[in-house]
């Protein structure tokens, strides 16, 4: 594709010092390198400033936290309603907190000290050298029965372990909408997008729904506030005899403290957050169904990879039957979600060492090997469609016929 700012800028090339009389317009096209570049940078923007992992144990060193945060950014990117789901879930148990604090009169207890607690923010400093963090939950029980006073802080003192970056966040915000305006720009002037664009957005928009289940969340937070026990029992005074994994206090909640396991599981996640999030994922992939693609085959394959990726992001927790009583039946949902969260809390109660049964293996391992081929296929193809795409993939946005102008 040549235009006439290529032409004149080769006559110039050629002229070697030649002068050019009229004004010179910017050139109407983009090259493969702009879109990859783009994408790649808008892509890291978002999976890297918007993470709010959970704090770190004490022995975790440098290299430790860098692998982490890595292999989150890895899960943002290959799998990121994933994501969304671990947020959606540490949400709805901070949300618990808040409500059995406040049941118990401790009004000052917030959504952000919640989150601080769940991602190991408080540590438990026992009368007989034991040192451990606590979640919220464990948190609250210590306090309801005065083996340990109410924390002595307040929002701003745990909003200041925060790292959070507000001209990082200012940058991304820029990025994340001038992408967004980029593809609205495209549709509206009937210009191809890429697959890689499209996966970006998918991106963007799985991180800025994580973002929101996060917005209470400190980030980066290095070091805990320590609480000691007011009582002179030891912890085995307080604990009994009862068998522990991860810390002394896993009979009152077997989740655990946050740094230990890194993400909290599947308890009262607000279906509409995961529904829009999985729905406006798939559904930008699902959008390529009708591109011009290299071949037929790997339409064909897109096709049909934008399938199951919609349908085994929908199979886990009963989103087909919740999307179908929200259609039908609204007054039902309540008792679907109740007979659901009851199951899943069940299935948290399992031992480790506890085998799954045959028929759940085989279920999710099928479910998982599915959509992990058809991810890893639309990873590929984002960068494989660059060999041969349409010609109008190429051409800018014409900005200029949606401002006023003489």
């Known amino acids: 594709m040549v235009n006439d700012t290529e032409i004149l800028v080769s006559e110039v090339l ?13 050139p109407d096209f983009r090259g493969s390198w702009d879109i990859i570049w783009t994408s790649l940078v808008t892509i890291f923007i978002c999976t890297f400033t918007l993470q709010c992992l959970n704090a770190p ?41 808040l409500k059995e ?3 118990a009169g401790y ?22 050298g034991m040192s451990f963090p606590l979640n919220a939950k464990q948190l609250h029980w210590l306090v309801i029965n005065n083996h340990i006073p109410y924390p002595q802080t307040d929002v701003d003192e745990i909003w200041d372990k925060s790292k959070q970056d507000r001209f990082s966040r200012l940058v991304t915000a820029f990025q994340v909408g001038y992408t967004i305006l980029h593809a609205v720009g495209r549709v509206a002037q009937q210009l191809a997008i890429t697959t890689l664009e499209l996966n970006t957005l998918g991106i963007i928009f799985c991180s800025l729904m994580t973002s929101f289940a996060w917005l ?28 522990w994994r991860i810390t002394p206090l896993d009979f009152i909640d077997e989740n655990g403290p946050g740094w230990a396991l ?35 085959t790997e339409k064909v394959l897109w096709r049909v990879s934008s399938f199951i990726l919609f349908a085994a992001s929908w199979t ?8 179908y009583l929200w259609v039908t039946n609204r007054s039902a949902i309540q008792d679907f979600e109740e007979a659901r969260d009851k199951r899943l809390q069940s299935e948290e109660k399992r031992e480790l060492a506890t085998l799954p049964l045959a028929w759940e293996f085989w279920t999710i391992a099928i479910v998982a090997f599915l959509y992990g081929v058809a991810r890893a296929f639309m990873i590929m193809e984002v960068f494989l469609e660059l060999r041969d795409m349409d010609a109008t993939a190429y051409v800018n946005v014409n900005w200029s016929q949606y401002i006023p102008h003489i």
Not at 316 to 323: A, D, N, T
């Open 14 to 26: 050629e002229a070697r010092g030649g002068r050019v009389k009229g004004w010179v317009g910017q």
């Open 57 to 97: 144990a004490k022995q975790d060193t440098l290299f430790i936290l860098f692998r982490r945060r890595v292999l989150w950014m890895a899960l943002a990117i290959i799998a990121p309603e994933i994501v969304v789901t671990y947020a959606a879930g540490q949400w709805s148990r901070a949300r618990h907190s």
């Open 101 to 103: 604090f406040h049941n």
């Open 107 to 128: 009004q000052q207890w917030t959504m952000r000290m919640a989150f601080f607690a769940d991602m190991g923010g408080f540590v438990l400093e026992t009368t007989d």
């Open 216 to 243: 209470h969340k400190p980030a980066d937070v290095r070091m805990p506030i320590r609480i000691i026990s007011h009582s002179q029992a030891t912890i085995e005074d307080i604990v009994g005899d009862r068998p």
């Open 262 to 296: 890194n993400v909290q599981p599947f308890v009262k996640i607000p279906e509409y957050l995961l529904c829009l999030a999985t729905l406006m994922f798939t559904a930008i992939h699902v959008a390529d169904w009708n591109l011009l693609f290299p071949t037929a």
């Open 316 to 323: 886990r927790l009963g989103r087909w039957k919740w999307l």
